[in-house]
């Protein structure tokens, strides 16, 4: 039997699993991850994804699994990082992360001196400090000889791991979108930027097909990982469009939303969003494709949070959250007026502030912890609602039902709340938490022959399998309605606090 071998480096595990030609999943393992963070410093070291990937496919050799047997890798990652690596592709410094704050200079300055218009007819997209671009330029400017060592500047988790395996610098479309300097209608970088602002083209990763092979296991990377020297590698996808795929979102006006770490609400579309809002257009696997998508920086972060701080003193491990799940569920909404602002880390949709904190609004002397960490998975499902108003703005099609993947999607109190603040019925696959992975993995279906095109993926990923639905409590929609109005004034309300 042959198998597609499929990694999702994430921000908090990497997950890793052997897929069969019927979309079966073979084998499937976890690995934790680390995230540094100093103030606005938000990083992670590569090297824990490598070995993450390294350690994942020995506990498969170890029972049994043939190198050979691997018919192609693929992979899918976080997007929108700053990975400098050197000649020898090991990283100068740690990963800056999507989330980090430090670049705000600079992507003022590109405002300024690109204009906001021109920036977005070449990329479709916004300009902002969380973007790779600036956050190069941080790198130009405050570690010059870093910035001379750097061979590529890589855009994606898993960029990194590819280059490790088969000594390619490379990136697919859809993590290049989120860099602030591809051209969104030719999918190559804008080479004027580059030279204006000193950014050798040849330090940036050559832009290929997510589907493409960049190479095959070199001696190295086969020593290193245990892989057989020769096994293709594919470029892979930035997580975004793995989880499109997964989620079986490919014609116009289907919906679906991600909660992991972080979350986002995306749409399948021809045509671009308005990305006034925040919102961004990213490129999905084929040529003309575009996956609307609005992105929160706060979402399975906040319901750890909330484990943590109202979950009886848990420290986030399985029966913390079992707990924190049973209080949730036993706890009363719909009769007061408790609402969580769920900015964290900052966000960047529909706000782009990076100061942006945390807040509670409604407290009273009667307001219990229980109702408190009810609070917080309801300020994520709001913010969630904003963002599914964005994506379905001027889109084809209803958004009476959303798709939900992601670990989030484990908890089935967080799937009703949600489902009752959307307003409308959520389906929940069955291995939502894997449905990611399985996307990436579908790059090597279509390699391997396994599958026409992506269309066919799609619709097969939505027969496998059953999946609950969660419809929405109709004694609680004309509440929520009324809350939902009084969230998205909290933040007008107090942005000019956090920028203080």
């Known amino acids: 039997m042959k198998y597609i071998a499929s990694f999702d480096i994430g921000t908090t595990n990497v997950k890793g699993m052997l897929v069969t030609s019927e979309a079966g999943i073979f084998l499937e393992k976890n690995m934790e991850l680390t995230v540094l963070r100093r103030g606005e410093y938000i990083e992670q070291e590569p090297a824990q994804w490598y070995e993450a990937v390294k350690r994942i496919a020995a506990s498969w050799?170890?029972?049994?699994?043939?190198?050979?047997?691997?018919a192609a890798l693929t992979f899918s990652g976080q997007m929108q990082d700053c990975i400098p690596v050197g000649d020898d592709l090991e990283p100068l410094c740690p990963a800056i992360l999507y989330a980090d704050g430090r670049s705000t200079e600079q992507s003022a300055r590109l405002l300024a001196e690109l204009g906001e218009e021109h920036i977005h007819e070449r990329t479709e997209n916004h300009m902002d400090g969380t973007l790779t671009f600036p956050k190069m330029l941080w790198l130009k400017e405050n570690e010059e000889e870093l910035f001379r060592d750097t061979r590529s500047f890589l855009v994606s988790s898993k960029d990194y791991v590819v280059a490790r395996l088969t000594g390619v610098c490379a990136t697919d479309p859809t993590s290049a979108a989120?860099?602030?300097?591809?051209?969104?209608?030719?999918?190559?970088?804008v080479g004027a930027w580059l030279d204006q602002y000193g950014v050798p083209s040849g330090k940036m990763p050559q832009i290929m097909a997510s589907d493409s092979v960049v190479g095959t296991v070199t001696a190295a990377g086969a020593a290193e990982s245990g892989f057989a020297e020769g096994t293709p590698v594919l470029c892979g996808i930035g997580d975004a469009g793995a989880a499109t795929l997964g989620a079986g979102v490919y014609e116009d006006g289907e919906v679906y939303a991600y909660v992991g770490t972080t979350g986002w609400v995306a749409s399948a579309t021809s045509n671009y969003i308005d990305v006034n809002s925040g919102a961004f257009n990213l490129a999905y696997v084929d040529n003309g494709r575009q996956i609307a998508i609005a992105p929160l920086s706060n979402a399975g972060n906040a319901h750890q949070w909330a484990v943590s701080a109202f979950g009886g003193g848990g420290t986030g491990d399985l029966l913390s959250y079992q707990l924190?799940?049973?209080?949730?569920d036993q706890t009363e909404r719909g009769s007061d007026n408790v609402l969580f602002l769920p900015y964290l880390n900052g966000e960047r949709c529909p706000v782009q502030d990076v100061n942006a904190s945390g807040c509670f609004i409604g407290l009273k002397p009667t307001t219990t912890k229980e109702r408190m960490g009810t609070a917080v998975l309801e300020g994520v499902a709001y913010a969630m609602r904003q963002a599914l108003d964005l994506v379905t703005e001027r889109q084809p099609g209803k958004k009476q039902r959303v798709t939900l993947i992601g670990g989030g999607a484990k908890s089935k109190v967080w799937c009703q709340i949600m489902a009752d603040i959307l307003g409308c019925e959520l389906i929940v696959p069955r291995d939502a938490q894997y449905l990611p992975s399985l996307g990436a993995a579908a790059l090597g279906f279509r390699q391997a022959g396994w599958c026409s095109d992506y269309a066919e993926v799609c619709r097969m990923f939505k027969s496998i399998g059953s999946a609950v639905t969660y419809a929405p409590n109709e004694r609680l929609l004309s509440y929520y309605d009324k809350q939902y109005?009084?969230?998205?004034r909290i933040y007008p309300a107090v942005a000019p606090l956090f920028a203080e």
């Open 178 to 189: 989120t860099t602030g300097c591809m051209d969104a209608r030719t999918r190559t970088w």
């Open 324 to 328: 924190f799940e049973k209080t949730v």
């Open 485 to 488: 109005a009084r969230f998205k």
């Open 61 to 70: 050799f170890k029972v049994g699994i043939k190198p050979e047997a691997v």
